[in-house]
Structures are given as C-alpha cells and as structure tokens.
C-alpha cells in the first residue's frame, strides 16, 4: 500500500504543474537589452518618445525601435494582435537580441468591477482562457501539453517572484496622474492581479463571470498569456503590464476604440516608471 501511494505520488507530481519563469534567461547568455513589447501601435509611442538615440528598424518585417530608456539598452516591438502574433513575435526577437527580461505593456478589458479605465494591473499569473473543449456549458480546461516528451503542464505562467517584488517598489513609489474617462476624474491605480487571455475580443456574460470565479481575472485581452507561455517555456524572465481600457462585453469595440488610447498611455507611463527598478 505504501508502494502504490508513493507511486500515485510520483505521478501526480509528474503529471500538470504551474510554471514560473526562471531570473534569468536559462538556454542563451543574456545581454543587457529589455524587450518591451506592445500589441498594437497605440502602445509604443511612450517608450519612442522617452529614448535615447531611438533607430527604427524592422525584423523579418516585424517594426522595432531600438535605444536607451533611463540608460538601459530596449528594444520596443509590435507583436501584433492575438496568439499567434505574440507568439511569433516574441520567439523572433528573444532569438535576435538574447534580452534578459521581456516587458509586455498594453491594455485590456476590465473583468473586475472594481477597475477604472486606465487603472494599471501587474499580472502574478497569466492564463489562457480558450484552451480545452467549449461545451455547451462553457469550456472545460485540461492542462496543456509540451514539446517536450509531451509532458502536460498548468494552464498557468507566472513571472519570477524576484520580478514582482521590484514591480512592488514600483507600485508603491508610484503616483498615478489624473485621467477622465466615462464622465469621470480620478487618479489611477497601481496593483497586481491576473490577466487572462485568448484569441476572442468580446464574450458573453456567461464567460466573464467563468473569469471572474475560476480564474479570479482582473483583466481580459489577446496576448499576455501566449507571452508568459513562450517565456516559460523558453526559460526567460519578463513582467506584464497592463491598464484597463473598456468594461469587457460581446461587442466592445466603439468603447475599446474610445477607451483604448487612454488605457495604453497609461500602461505605459507606469511600465516607463518600472524600468527604473528594473
């Protein structure tokens, strides 16, 4: 009995598990170059303006910017919207400029009811949210499976631990500029939480509120999750960054259009204010 218990044991230690990303990158010597990474256009210009000696360039017909941001070499690229754009991405400019750590700064929409337009979310925990079977009574998530031996891993990616607590310094000597959005003036706020991402742009009730109980999601959007995914499996530390733009919904796009640039700015005048911890 104690045999079979031990070897339940070893299997179920085997079998799913969460991942975090190493300190630092594990299969090439880094350099000292931060990638930053937006999806969209909307949510470079920041990072342009704020570098030093900026040169557009291109990879494989992907733009890029390259400089310096607060004296630290950066290299500030499009992904693209979507998985499978973030994923090439990222794959494509870790393999050419070997950084050592990845920053993905962006927007997204507000699943937690607390958060306001603008409101900046550091992500503990990524997940993808459209990976499993879609019953008719939502999804049903399993793990997922990896090149390697097929092994089954978490739906889950986390940035290293050493990461999030400079992101803490951050947090805390940070002070948020004043922002109006829907009828309304505040100043924005800064915290963690967990931002879940798949390739749909709006949803239906039914799977928000799925968002909000099983995976506690603060923040919805298209590429956090692939990013965080490539980065553990890839072995290389990186941080998410993300502000929220509009209330998720089925169809958000004239609200994400009005919202978005003020989300992206925001994401960004804090992802600008990390790098100095960083």
């Known amino acids: 009995m104690k045999l079979a218990t031990l070897l339940l044991t070893l299997l179920l230690c085997t079998a799913a598990r969460a991942l975090e990303a190493p300190d630092r990158p594990q299969h090439y010597t880094p350099t000292d170059t931060i990638l930053i990474l937006g999806a969209v256009p909307q949510e470079i210009p920041p990072f342009v303006d704020a570098m030093k000696d900026a040169r557009q360039l291109a990879l494989q017909g992907i733009p890029y ?29 870790l393999d050419a400029f070997k950084p050592r750590l990845v920053l993905m700064s962006g927007t997204g ?33 399993r793990p997922m499976n990896s090149p390697a031996d097929g092994r089954e891993v ?4 986390s940035p290293p631990a050493s990461l999030l607590k400079q992101a803490d310094q951050a947090i805390a000597s940070y002070k948020g500029p004043e922002v109006t959005a829907n009828g309304a003036t505040y100043t924005v706020k800064v915290r963690r939480g967990v931002v879940s991402s798949s390739d749909l742009f709006g949803v239906t009730d039914a799977r928000i509120e799925g968002l909000r109980t099983r995976f506690h999601t603060d923040i919805m959007e298209m590429e956090s999750a692939p990013l965080g995914h490539v980065c553990v499996e ?14 998720a919904q089925e169809a958000p796009n004239d609200d994400y259009l009005r919202l978005g640039p003020i989300a992206a700015k925001q994401a960004a005048y804090f992802s600008l204010h990390l790098l100095k911890y960083l």
Not at 110 to 132: F, M, N, P, Q, W
Request: no cysteine; aromatic share 8%; hydrophobic share 40%.
């Open 65 to 93: 910017w390259q400089g310096t941001i607060e004296g630290k070499p950066v290299v500030v690229a499009i992904t693209g919207i979507g998985k499978t754009y973030t994923a090439m991405t990222s794959t494509l400019f």
């Open 109 to 141: 929409a507000r699943i937690d009811k607390s958060l306001r337009t603008g409101d900046v979310i550091v992500a503990t925990v990524t997940h993808e949210h459209d990976y499993g079977s879609l019953t008719r009574n939502d999804m049903v998530y």
């Open 154 to 157: 978490e739906n889950a990616f």
């Open 234 to 247: 890839l072995g290389v530390p990186f941080l998410v960054v993300r502000a929220g733009s509009n209330v």
